[in-house]
């Protein structure tokens, strides 16, 4: 028996100093502050930054229009939790769908490519106010009349049809010998796909998905152009009646607060996506 050839043990890293660990974040910390500082000075030297202050940046009118536009800013919390999750569910579907082959999944296929073709070609402001406007206008019996609703739909699916396409990329990824393992077996083409191939997908393209789901979390205050009363229409409300656009950057606010944690999770996942794929190399 021939003995295997061992792999040579991959060289340790060198540790770092504490001066070569802090120079690069002290450097980082202190270019950001200056062009900031910079970035500040010249719009507070303008000549109607005093008038601009006021309305825009009226400490009064953030605090007096704060607890409305948070009430807004649940309805678009409470849209985005519960679309990420319908989201999930119907791109798994239409990817699915598209990457099944054969004479008798046809229809499913050419019913994917049709349904993400079109709905990527739709911007999501249209999407919105066709459905928001156009559904409840039907009166079909059975079916909600809200706008809240359907522009919740019309978020769905739109956002569907990106989704399926970061699923489907994820699905290709996936090695060959897996689907002949699997088909050794004795799997079906449809088993081979849920037990196999999707919980692989899913893994590699987890830090695509989460970006989407930060997109998802700003996009949601389009529904405000359909009269839903979120953050965006409770701080246009209050506009309209101080003629104060200090409001708007309330709703900023909360918005900043909800995204840039969501963003850091993602990177996060995203770096130990990348730690985990250079382990599996060694």
């Given at each position: 028996?021939?003995?295997?050839?061992?792999?040579?043990?991959?060289?340790?890293?060198?540790?770092?100093?504490?001066?070569?660990?802090?120079?690069?974040f002290?450097?980082?910390?202190?270019?950001?502050?200056?062009?900031?500082?910079?970035?500040a000075?010249?719009?507070?030297?303008?000549?109607?930054?005093?008038?601009?202050?006021?309305?825009?940046?009226?400490?009064?009118?953030?605090?007096?229009?704060?607890?409305?536009?948070?009430?807004?800013?649940?309805?678009?919390?409470?849209v985005?939790?519960i679309?990420?999750?319908?989201?999930?569910?119907?791109?798994?579907?239409?990817a699915?769908?598209r990457?099944?082959?054969?004479?008798?999944?046809?229809?499913l296929?050419?019913?994917?490519?049709?349904?993400?073709?079109?709905?990527?070609?739709?911007p999501s402001?249209?999407?919105?106010?066709?459905?928001?406007?156009?559904?409840?206008?039907?009166?079909?019996?059975?079916?909600?009349?809200?706008?809240?609703?359907?522009?919740?739909?019309?978020?769905v699916?739109?956002?569907?049809?990106?989704?399926?396409?970061?699923?489907?990329?994820?699905?290709?990824?996936?090695?060959?010998?897996?689907?002949?393992?699997?088909?050794?077996?004795?799997?079906?083409q449809?088993?081979?796909?849920i037990?196999?191939?999707?919980?692989?997908?899913?893994?590699?393209?987890?830090?695509?998905?989460?970006?989407?789901?930060?997109?998802?979390?700003?996009?949601?205050a389009?529904?405000?152009?359909?009269?839903?009363?979120?953050?965006?229409?409770?701080?246009?409300i209050?506009t309209?009646?101080?003629?104060?656009y200090?409001?708007?950057?309330?709703?900023?606010?909360?918005?900043?607060?909800?995204?840039?944690?969501?963003?850091?999770?993602?990177?996060?996942?995203?770096?130990?996506d990348?730690?985990?794929?250079l382990?599996?190399?060694?």
């Amino acid at each position: 028996m021939i003995a295997e050839e061992r792999r040579p043990a991959p060289p340790a890293r060198r540790t770092l100093s504490f001066r070569e660990r802090a120079l690069p974040f002290v450097i980082s910390i202190v270019s950001v502050a200056i062009v900031f500082g910079l970035a500040a000075r010249l719009v507070t030297s303008a000549t109607h930054w005093p008038r601009i202050k006021l309305q825009f940046f009226n400490r009064d009118a953030i605090v007096a229009a704060f607890p409305t536009v948070f009430r807004g800013f649940l309805t678009n919390m409470s849209v985005w939790a519960i679309a990420l999750v319908a989201i999930a569910i119907w791109a798994l579907v239409l990817a699915i769908f598209r990457s099944l082959n054969g004479p008798w999944f046809a229809p499913l296929k050419v019913f994917a490519v049709l349904y993400i073709d079109l709905i990527r070609g739709i911007p999501s402001l249209l999407l919105v106010l066709l459905f928001g406007f156009g559904v409840p206008a039907l009166q079909i019996p059975g079916l909600p009349r809200t706008g809240l609703f359907w522009g919740a739909v019309a978020m769905v699916l739109g956002y569907s049809a990106y989704a399926a396409e970061v699923y489907r990329s994820g699905m290709e990824a996936v090695h060959d010998g897996q689907r002949a393992a699997a088909k050794a077996l004795g799997l079906s083409q449809w088993q081979t796909m849920i037990y196999a191939i999707v919980p692989q997908a899913v893994r590699n393209v987890l830090p695509a998905l989460l970006n989407l789901a930060v997109a998802l979390q700003k996009d949601v205050a389009l529904l405000s152009v359909i009269g839903v009363r979120d953050a965006v229409r409770e701080a246009q409300i209050y506009t309209a009646r101080t003629f104060n656009y200090s409001s708007l950057i309330a709703a900023a606010m909360l918005f900043l607060a909800a995204t840039i944690p969501m963003a850091r999770f993602t990177d996060y996942v995203a770096r130990k996506d990348q730690e985990r794929r250079l382990q599996r190399t060694v």
